[in-house]
C-alpha cells in the first residue's frame, strides 16, 4: 500500500469524529474578543503599531500561546483513542504494511489537523476583520500575501512541536500522562520564550514566531527576533529524533 | 463505598502520580520565579503571600485547571473505553453515585495539590521574604478560597466527560474552554463567574464583599452543575 491510500483509510478514521467542529469553536472563541475589544487597537498606537495590525497579531498571539498547541494534544489524542479503543490497531497491525509508514501517515494527518485549525484561524480572521470594518469604520483588512506569509511560519514552526505531541502520544500509554505531559508543557512557553535557549524548547516556537513578527510590526516594541542558525538545524533535529522514535516505538506495546 | 471503588479503578491508570506531579509542578513555579528572578519581588510592597501569589497564581492555576480537566476526562475514559460503563449501569448502584464518587476522588485529589502549592508557597515566604504573624491564617484562607473556587469548574468538567463517550470531544470542550477563561476580561464580574475562569481569582487583593459574592457564585454553580448532572441522567435513560 502506499503512503497516499494509507493516509487517504487515516482521514477516513476520522470523519465522524467531529474534530474540525472542536477546532472550528477554538478558533470562533479566539476572535471574539477581539471583535468586541476592537475600540483598544487603535490605543496601542503608542507602540507604533497600526491597528489593523495589531488586530491581526494581538488574534495569532493569542492562539499560538495556548489554543494552537492544545488542539494539537487533543489531536494526538483522537488519532491514538480511535485504534486503541476497540482494538483497531490490532488490525492495523496485522495487515501487510510498515509500521514506520503507517505511524508517519497518522502524523501526516495530525499535520493536516494543524494545518485546517490555521487556515480556519485565517479564515475567521478575515470575517472578524470584515466586521470590525464595519463597527469600527476603519478599514482593517492586510494583503493576503501577508497574512499568508505569517499563517505558513506559524505551521512551519510548529511541525516540530507536534512531532514531540506525536512521540507522547506513541510512546506513552497511559492517556493521562501523555495529555498531562502535553499540556503541562505548553504553560511555560511563556516564560522559556524570553530565555536565550528558547530555540531547545520546541513548544515555544510558534508563540516565539508570532511574538518576534509582532516586535517587527511594533516599531516602538523591541521583542527577540528569530536567529535561524541555532533554531534551524535544532528543529530539524527535534523534528527527526521524535519522528524517528515514534515509528520505532508505534505499535510496539501492542506486538508484545 | 463508591469512593473507594473508584479508588482502586485509578490504580494503573496513573491518576494519582498525574496529579502529585503535577501539583509539585505547580508548586515549582514560585520556588524557580523566586530562585531566579528574588530581587524584583523582594523589594515590592505588601505582604509575601500578595506578591508571591500576584506574581505565580495565573500560571500555578492554569495547571490547576487543565489537571483537574484531564483528570476528569480521563476517568471516564476508563469507564467508556473499554464499555464499562455499561457495567456499572447494570450494578445495583444509582448512576448518580458513580458521578458523585468520582468527583469526591477529583476533590481529594485537588486539596492534594492544593496543599502541595501552599507548601511550596509558604517555602517561599519563609526563605526569601520575612514572614509576618498572621501568614498561616492568611496562607489557609488564599488556599480555601481556592478551593471553593475550584469545585464549579471540577464538577462541570466532570459533566463534560460524562456526557462525551469519546475522550478527545470532551478533552477538546475543556482545552477550549480553559482557553476562553484565559481570553475573558478579568474586570468584569459576570464574565469572570464563567466556570473555568473562576480558579484564576486570588483572594489577596479583593475586598472582602467581593470575596462573598465570589463563594455563593461558585456555589450556586456547583449545585446547578449537580443537577445538570441528574437531568442528564434521566434523559439520556429515556432515550437509550
Known amino acids: ?256 | 463505598m463508591s469512593v473507594f471503588l473508584e479508588c482502586k479503578k485509578i490504580r494503573r491508570t496513573g491518576f494519582l502520580q498525574a496529579f502529585i506531579g503535577g501539583g509539585i509542578l505547580a508548586g515549582a513555579v514560585p520556588v524557580v520565579n523566586m530562585a531566579v528572578r528574588s530581587e524584583i519581588y523582594q523589594t515590592k510592597q505588601g505582604s509575601p503571600l500578595q506578591i508571591l501569589l500576584s506574581a505565580n497564581w495565573q500560571m500555578m492555576a492554569m495547571l490547576n485547571v487543565l489537571l483537574v480537566v484531564t483528570g476528569a476526562c480521563l476517568l471516564y475514559h476508563t469507564e467508556y473505553a473499554d464499555h464499562a460503563m455499561q457495567k456499572m449501569k447494570s450494578l445495583p448502584v444509582r448512576e448518580i453515585s458513580i458521578f458523585s464518587g468520582k468527583v469526591i476522588l477529583t476533590i481529594l485529589m485537588s486539596l492534594l495539590i492544593l496543599a502541595i502549592e501552599a507548601g511550596a508557597t509558604a517555602f517561599c515566604a519563609y526563605y526569601w521574604f520575612e514572614a509576618r504573624n498572621g501568614f498561616w491564617e492568611e496562607l489557609g484562607r488564599n488556599f480555601g478560597y481556592a478551593f471553593l473556587l475550584m469545585l464549579p469548574c471540577l464538577v462541570l468538567s466532570m459533566l463534560i466527560s460524562e456526557a462525551c463517550k469519546n475522550m478527545w470531544i470532551s478533552l477538546g470542550i475543556g482545552v477550549v474552554c480553559v482557553f476562553t477563561a484565559t481570553m475573558l476580561p478579568t474586570d468584569n464580574f459576570a464574565l469572570s463567574l464563567f466556570p473555568f475562569a473562576t480558579p484564576f481569582q486570588m483572594f489577596t487583593g479583593t475586598d472582602l464583599a467581593q470575596v462573598t459574592r465570589y463563594i455563593y457564585a461558585a456555589a450556586a454553580e456547583t449545585f446547578v452543575f449537580g443537577l445538570a448532572e441528574l437531568l442528564l441522567i434521566k434523559i439520556r435513560r429515556s432515550f437509550a
Do not use: D
Open chain 1, 1 to 256: 500500500m502506499n503512503f497516499l491510500s494509507l493516509t487517504g483509510i487515516e482521514f477516513k478514521k476520522i470523519k465522524r469524529s467531529k474534530i474540525l467542529f472542536i477546532l472550528l469553536v477554538a478558533t470562533v472563541v479566539l476572535w471574539i474578543p477581539s471583535i468586541l475589544n476592537a475600540h483598544m487597537n487603535f490605543k496601542m498606537q503608542a507602540e507604533g503599531i497600526s491597528p489593523e495590525n495589531n488586530f491581526f497579531i494581538q488574534g495569532f498571539m493569542g492562539m499560538s500561546w495556548f489554543m494552537f498547541p492544545a488542539s494539537m494534544v487533543v489531536g494526538t489524542v483522537l488519532l491514538s483513542q480511535t485504534e486503541r479503543t476497540n482494538k483497531g490497531i490490532l488490525k492495523m497491525l496485522a495487515l501487510p504494511i510498515n509500521t514506520a509508514k503507517l505511524c508517519l501517515a497518522k502524523f501526516f494527518v495530525l499535520l493536516s489537523l494543524a494545518a485546517a485549525q490555521i487556515l480556519m484561524m485565517t479564515g475567521m480572521y478575515y470575517i472578524s476583520a470584515v466586521i470590525c470594518s464595519k463597527t469600527q469604520a476603519y478599514y482593517f483588512f492586510l494583503s493576503p500575501v501577508f497574512v499568508g506569509k505569517e499563517a505558513a511560519m506559524l505551521f512551519l514552526a510548529a511541525i516540530p512541536m507536534i512531532a514531540f505531541f506525536w512521540m507522547l502520544s506513541v510512546c506513552i500509554q497511559t492517556p493521562i500522562f501523555s495529555i498531562g505531559i502535553g499540556l503541562a508543557s505548553i504553560v511555560p512557553s511563556v516564560l522559556m520564550i524570553n530565555t536565550k535557549i528558547w530555540f531547545a524548547y520546541p513548544m515555544s516556537y510558534p508563540f516565539f514566531v508570532i511574538t518576534s513578527e509582532y516586535g517587527k510590526l511594533a516599531a516602538n516594541l523591541n521583542t527577540a527576533q528569530v536567529e535561524l542558525i541555532p533554531w534551524i538545524p535544532v528543529a530539524f533535529a527535534v523534528t527527526i529524533i521524535c519522528l524517528t522514535v515514534s515509528c520505532i516505538r508505534f505499535g510496539q506495546a501492542e506486538r508484545r
